[in-house]
Each structure stands twice: as structure tokens, then as C-alpha cells.
């Protein structure tokens, strides 16, 4: 079956209407470009390089724009999506009984796996419509401006596979994994999703349809240790929260949000992109009970950490209030 057809039926089938890629729609005017004399073939690449502008007549320069506003309707939707599912599995005490009352809790397991899985396949499919439609448009176009605008949109955190809550929906199905007593059939949002710990190092892999891979490296490049109480900043970068909080020049006790906009990230350099920053509760837990000795250690040592530096904020809050 091809993709086009593939993808339609997917939408179709849709229970609730979700934003999307106009997959149809951008491969129509793709096939206008084919017919134009424009696009014909050039000789040698020399040639191809000349004629390969930024902006195809045919096009008209709403190929990339309205493409770009697809996936950034995408990424927002799955992002609120899975940040719902998560805190929905993750609700305790009295945040569970209300959720429970507004009948958003039903307790059901198998119900919590397939909304996870629908999420899933929602964001694998339409990065596979992203990537051909790219693909299809450089063939028509003999260009790279396909693969140009895949990277600008990389650097402006609009790419799926890159969204921190598909990590978390990773370590979500592995925690719901080990806890949950399986039944007859197994339910699973993944094929081969595993957390591996090779030389004390632990990474989260998996392999997806249409040879789609996603790896996850789970050591904080500030401590060089095993993540702990992990954060993604806005640029897709993971720390631990304490180093995240130290990198940022900030306390724990005000937080990431209270971060100067002109701070950039360890890795990439990019600024503004600690206020925006997500816990990651679920790789946490996933962390927490695959390394439980490091965990401990790792536990206490905090612990000293967080308590002499709340006991400074205080200390300054005090001083400050009696003038001193």
C-alpha cells in the first residue's frame, strides 16, 4: 500500500479530529512543479545548482510556510496530549480523586496503553509524512532545500522525534511494564523499546516502523553521571534538575522559570530555553528502579545539597527582611 493512501485512511479513521500534515494537498502541488517546464531535468549538476532557487514559481513560496505551520500544529498537539496521559498515570492523593470525579481516571490500564500507543502512532506517522514529502520535494525540485528546511526546523524545536514527551511516553511503557501483571495479550505503545546500561551507562533506544530509531543518551553531560531527577530544556538537551538549576546560575528553591532569558544551554549554546523546561517524571522512575544502588547514593547526596541551599535562601530572605 503507499504511503498516500496509507496516511488518508489513518485520518479517516480518526475518532477525533487531529491536526495534521496536508500530505494530499502538498504532494498535489509538487506534482504541479513536475508539469512545469521550470522543473524539467538540468543536464549536469553545475546546471542543477543554478537552477534550484529558494522559492519554486510553482510553489510559490507557500510550500514551506504552510508545511512549517502543519508541524508546529502537530507538535503542540501531541506535546498537550501526552502531557494529559502522563499526568493522568502519574496522579496521586487527592489529585487522582479529582481526576476521578471529573471522570477523567477510569483505572484502566489496557485504556491508559492504547491512548499512549494512539499518541504514538499519531507522531511516527506524521514525521514519516514530513520526511516524504521533504524527500519528494528535492527529487522534483534536483535541490536540498528540502533537507535545508528539515534542519532549520530542527533548530526551532518544531520536529516530533524530537518532543521530550516522546521520551516519556518511552519510559512510560517501560514502567507500565515492569508494574502491571500482564495479561494474555500484551499491550505495548513500542516494538523493542529497552533502557540498556553498558559500563554504568544507561541509554533508552527503540526501533519504530519504517526504520525509525530513536536513542536517548541518559548521562548528564554537566556531572558526567547517570541522570537524576531529569529535565529537557526547550532545545531538546536533557540535565539533571540540580545541574540544569547550577548551569542556569539559579537556586533550586526559585527553579528554572526564574532563569535569565541570556543564559544558554551547556551543549548548544542556545539561549532562553530553561524557563520552558519539562520534568521528566516518568524516565525518573524508570531511572530510579533500574539503578537502585547508584540511586541512593545519588539520593543522599542531594538531599545535602537541596537543604544547604534552601537553608541560604532563607538565611538571605531573613537577613533581607530585617535589614541587615
Avoid at 29 to 54: E, F, G, H, V, Y
Avoid at 238 to 259: E, M, P, Q
Avoid at 264 to 291: D, Q, T
Wanted: glycine share 6%.
Amino acid at each position: 500500500m503507499k504511503f498516500c493512501k496509507k496516511y488518508q485512511e489513518y485520518v479517516q479513521a480518526q475518532e477525533k479530529k487531529l491536526p495534521g500534515v496536508e500530505f494530499k494537498t502538498h504532494k498535489k502541488i509538487l506534482k504541479k512543479c513536475r508539469k512545469s517546464p521550470s522543473s524539467q531535468k538540468p543536464l549536469n549538476a553545475s546546471l542543477a545548482a543554478k537552477t534550484s532557487p529558494d522559492n519554486c514559481p510553482v510553489c510559490d513560496g507557500t510550500f514551506f510556510p504552510s508545511l512549517l505551520n502543519e508541524m508546529s500544529d502537530v507538535v503542540g498537539c501531541f506535546n498537550q496530549r501526552a502531557q494529559k496521559l502522563l499526568d493522568l498515570h502519574l496522579a496521586s492523593g487527592f489529585r487522582k480523586y479529582f481526576f476521578w470525579i471529573k471522570g477523567r481516571l477510569h483505572g484502566n490500564h489496557t485504556a491508559l496503553v492504547q491512548e499512549g500507543k494512539d499518541l504514538v502512532t499519531y507522531a511516527l506517522i506524521n514525521a514519516m509524512a514530513i520526511r516524504k514529502i521533504l524527500k519528494k520535494y528535492d527529487k522534483i525540485h534536483y535541490s536540498k532545500q528540502g533537507q535545508l528546511f528539515k534542519s532549520q526546523v530542527q533548530s526551532m524545536h518544531k520536529e516530533i522525534l524530537q518532543s521530550p514527551w516522546l521520551c516519556e511516553l518511552m519510559a512510560f511503557h517501560i514502567n507500565l511494564r515492569e508494574t502491571k501483571v500482564k495479561s494474555r495479550k500484551e499491550h505495548t505503545l513500542f516494538d523493542g523499546c529497552s533502557l540498556t546500561i553498558k559500563d554504568g551507562k544507561p541509554s533508552l533506544s527503540c526501533e519504530l516502523f519504517d526504520s525509525i530509531k530513536l536513542d536517548a543518551d541518559l548521562t548528564c553531560s554537566i556531572c558526567l553521571d547517570t541522570l537524576f531527577d531529569p529535565v529537557s530544556l526547550t532545545c531538546g538537551h536533557i540535565f539533571c534538575y540540580i545541574c540544569a538549576c547550577s548551569a542556569a546560575s539559579v537556586s533550586i528553591v526559585n527553579g528554572l522559570k526564574s532563569a535569565d532569558s541570556k543564559k544558554k544551554c551547556p551543549l548548544c549554546r542556545e539561549g532562553g530555553v530553561y524557563e520552558g523546561a519539562v520534568h521528566l517524571e516518568e524516565l525518573n522512575i524508570l531511572l530510579g528502579r533500574s539503578c537502585q544502588e547508584y540511586w541512593e547514593q545519588r539520593l543522599q547526596t542531594e538531599r545535602v545539597e537541596r537543604i544547604k541551599q534552601i537553608k541560604e535562601h532563607w538565611d538571605s530572605q531573613c537577613r533581607a527582611f530585617v535589614g541587615v
